[in-house]
């Protein structure tokens, strides 16, 4: 008998979790351009959005 265990993926991603892994995207390359431009305010709160609060919100939900 196979293993069940891998038999289903535990995650089921729905509608919100694409928004915030979407945002998560966007955000992390719109900060890394800024940071190639040279910002130092607005590339450091979107990369930290990014990585620190929509990503994981999108896939805790």
């Known amino acids: 008998m196979p293993d ?3 038999a289903r993926s535990r ?3 729905g509608p919100k979790n694409w928004v915030f892994l979407t945002a998560a995207a966007v955000s ?3 900060g890394y351009v800024l ?3 040279g910002s130092t ?3 450091p709160i979107l990369l930290t959005l990014g990585y620190c ?3 994981p ?3 805790a939900l």
Request: aromatic content about 20%; proline content about 0%; charged content about 0%.
């Open 35 to 37: 940071l190639h431009q």
């Open 41 to 43: 305010t607005a590339a």
């Open 4 to 6: 069940q265990h891998f």
């Open 57 to 59: 919100v999108g896939l």
């Open 11 to 13: 995650l089921h991603f």
């Open 28 to 30: 992390l390359v719109v």
């Open 53 to 55: 609060v929509f990503f």
